[in-house]
Nanobody, 119 residues
């Protein structure tokens, strides 16, 4: 059973920082891609940042220069460092691990962690 467990969300003032963590039950390198999504009330879930094994991280335009995704293989943990936070970053953030097996993509999700940025 694959498990992804997020932590690190909370309430922060605009301009502040938070670091989200996503611990996986297996090796993070067993996933073809690791990423962070977010979903604000009344909006669709959107991909915020992702990194493909051996690839360069990619970010949605609204967080470029402010957020950084990173991986620690020894700890089987993926991080999302969020700086210069804005009220519009308020959302539930979800960790995602994606595997491609025989051409079939399977997604694994964490339970989500709330990030609230006050103005």
């Amino acid at each position: 059973q694959v498990q992804l467990v997020e932590s690190g969300g909370g309430l922060v003032q605009a301009g502040g920082s938070l670091r989200l963590s996503c611990a996986t039950s297996g090796s993070i390198f067993s996933f073809n891609r690791m990423g962070w999504y977010r979903q604000a009330p009344g909006k669709q879930r959107e991909l915020v940042a992702a990194v493909i094994s051996g690839g360069i991280p990619d970010y949605v335009d609204s967080v470029k220069g402010r957020f950084t995704i990173s991986r620690d293989g020894a700890k089987n943990t993926v991080y999302l460092q969020m700086n210069s936070l804005k009220p519009e970053d308020t959302a539930v953030y979800y960790c995602n691990g994606q595997r491609r097996i025989y051409g079939v993509i399977r997604d694994y999700w964490g339970q989500g962690t709330q990030v609230t940025v006050s103005s």
